[in-house]
């Protein structure tokens, strides 16, 4: 009975696209789109839904409505609606483990991030009840939550792609030796599949039709080209309903300026790495994590442009999230890798 008043700790990770809640001694229990649909009320935004619900939303609002994304290439832009979002999920996250007691919350983010915005993501997540805060670098999260032996003297390297952004890392004895952050993500692909159905099929599609076109049949490696699906949506000249169906292949070269600019920031970062360390990333290799690393034949595709062994995370969506769990379990990662 005792253990049911006993406060479990959080981990949060709050992405451009996603926000993940890890509960100590539980794991995962939440994850939801980082969005909030909000009204206008004399000037005050009120938030009538959060996460999946909100997304459901997206491109369909009735009047009045908006549906907000808080965190923009991967900081938070907007610290009032953010707050909410985060004060919704701690809250949840604190029903559903059964604690009483103030929780301390584990968050991860960008290591290019101002003192100022630290600062201002502490004060979130403490007026939404956490009782103390420590910050995790997204990065190392990532290869912890890859299993990277990162506390060795021996170098891992980590590409995280996420909604907004791609962090790319070089990690040994618990810290950065190099980093290049890129703004490309998820959204910049989604947005590519839009700009191709306009200019090729002539039809104007939303945010979350081109998202499904590339989780259904997007691919980074022409192994998969033979697929195809049918897309809805609005005749450029006609302004009527309309369909067309589009093929695998297309949609790969659509995408590909994206998967380039993430080829060349990691070989930027594979250029300004120690040589001695280089050696030890010809042998491990590169881990991928982020939601973006689901992208089909990214693995593949990363390998033969780079030449080096690239391993999908288990869980990718999870990875940072889940390294920042592990610190709450772990006492000696808690000390070595938090601020
Ligand atoms: N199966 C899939 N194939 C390709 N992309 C996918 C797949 N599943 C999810 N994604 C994409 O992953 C992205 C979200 O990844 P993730 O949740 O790691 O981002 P985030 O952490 O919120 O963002 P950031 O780290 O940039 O702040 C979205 O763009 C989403 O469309
Ligand atoms: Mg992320």
Same mark, same amino acid.
Not at 81 to 107: T, W
Not at 165 to 171: C, M, R, S
């Given at each position: 009975?005792?253990?049911?008043?006993?406060?479990?700790?959080?981990?949060?990770?709050? +992405?451009?696209?996603?926000?993940?809640?890890?509960?100590?001694?539980?794991?995962?229990?939440?994850?939801?789109?980082?969005?909030?649909?909000?009204?206008?009320?004399?000037?005050?935004?009120i938030?009538?839904?959060?996460?999946?619900?909100?997304?459901?939303m997206?491109?369909?609002?009735?009047?009045?409505?908006?549906?907000i994304?808080?965190?923009?290439?991967?900081?938070?832009?907007?610290?009032?609606?953010?707050?909410?979002?985060? %004060?919704?999920?701690?809250?949840?996250?604190?029903?559903?483990?059964?604690? *009483?007691?103030?929780?301390?919350?584990?968050?991860?983010?960008?290591? +290019?991030?101002?003192?100022?915005?630290?600062?201002?993501?502490?004060?979130?997540?403490?007026?939404?009840?956490?009782?103390?805060?420590?910050?995790?670098?997204?990065?190392?999260?990532?290869?912890?939550?890859?299993?990277l032996?990162?506390?060795?003297?021996?170098?891992?390297?980590?590409?995280?792609?996420?909604?907004?952004?791609?962090?790319?890392?070089?990690?040994?004895?618990?810290?950065?030796?190099?980093?290049?952050?890129?703004?490309?993500?998820?959204?910049?692909?989604?947005?590519?599949?839009?700009?191709? *159905?306009?200019?090729?099929?002539?039809?104007?599609?939303g945010?979350?039709?081109?998202?499904?076109?590339?989780?259904?049949?997007?691919?980074?490696?022409?192994?998969?080209?033979?697929?195809?699906?049918?897309?809805?949506?609005?005749?450029?000249?006609?302004?009527?309903?309309? +369909?067309?169906?589009?093929?695998?292949?297309?949609?790969?070269?659509?995408?590909?300026?994206?998967?380039?600019?993430?080829?060349?920031?990691?070989?930027?970062?594979?250029?300004?790495?120690?040589?001695?360390?280089?050696?030890?990333?010809?042998?491990?290799?590169?881990? *991928?994590a982020? +939601?973006? =690393?689901?992208?089909?034949?990214?693995?593949?595709?990363?390998?033969?442009? *780079?030449?080096?062994?690239?391993?999908?995370?288990?869980?990718?969506? %999870?990875?940072?999230?889940?390294? =920042?769990g592990?610190?709450?379990?772990?006492?000696?990662?808690?000390?070595?890798?938090?601020?």
């Amino acid at each position: 009975m005792i253990g049911k008043f006993v406060s479990r700790d959080l981990a949060v990770d709050i +992405g451009t696209a996603t926000t993940i809640v890890y509960v100590q001694g539980k794991g995962v229990i939440l994850s939801e789109p980082t969005m909030v649909a909000v009204k206008d009320r004399g000037g005050k935004k009120i938030p009538v839904a959060f996460g999946r619900e909100a997304k459901s939303m997206l491109g369909r609002t009735p009047e009045g409505v908006e549906v907000i994304q808080p965190v923009r290439t991967g900081v938070i832009a907007d610290f009032d609606i953010a707050g909410l979002l985060l %004060n919704h999920v701690i809250c949840k996250a604190r029903k559903e483990s059964g604690s *009483l007691f103030r929780p301390r919350v584990v968050v991860g983010v960008p290591s +290019g991030i101002t003192e100022v915005e630290r600062r201002a993501v502490e004060e979130s997540i403490v007026t939404s009840g956490a009782r103390d805060v420590r910050l995790i670098e997204e990065t190392i999260a990532s290869a912890i939550g890859c299993n990277l032996p990162i506390s060795e003297a021996s170098a891992s390297m980590v590409v995280d792609i996420g909604g907004g952004t791609t962090d790319i890392a070089v990690i040994s004895l618990n810290d950065i030796v190099c980093s290049v952050s890129l703004r490309q993500g998820g959204t910049n692909i989604d947005r590519a599949i839009i700009n191709h *159905l306009r200019r090729a099929h002539k039809l104007f599609i939303g945010e979350r039709t081109a998202e499904l076109i590339k989780i259904t049949i997007g691919s980074a490696h022409p192994s998969f080209d033979d697929q195809r699906m049918e897309v809805q949506g609005r005749g450029l000249s006609t302004g009527l309903p309309s +369909g067309v169906v589009v093929n695998a292949r297309e949609i790969r070269e659509a995408i590909d300026e994206v998967l380039m600019s993430i080829v060349y920031g990691i070989k930027q970062t594979l250029e300004s790495t120690p040589p001695e360390l280089s050696g030890d990333i010809i042998s491990s290799g590169i881990s *991928l994590a982020g +939601g973006g =690393a689901m992208l089909k034949g990214l693995d593949k595709y990363l390998a033969e442009k *780079l030449g080096l062994k690239v391993t999908l995370a288990a869980d990718p969506q %999870n990875a940072v999230v889940h390294g =920042a769990g592990l610190c709450l379990e772990n006492r000696e990662l808690f000390a070595s890798v938090l601020k």
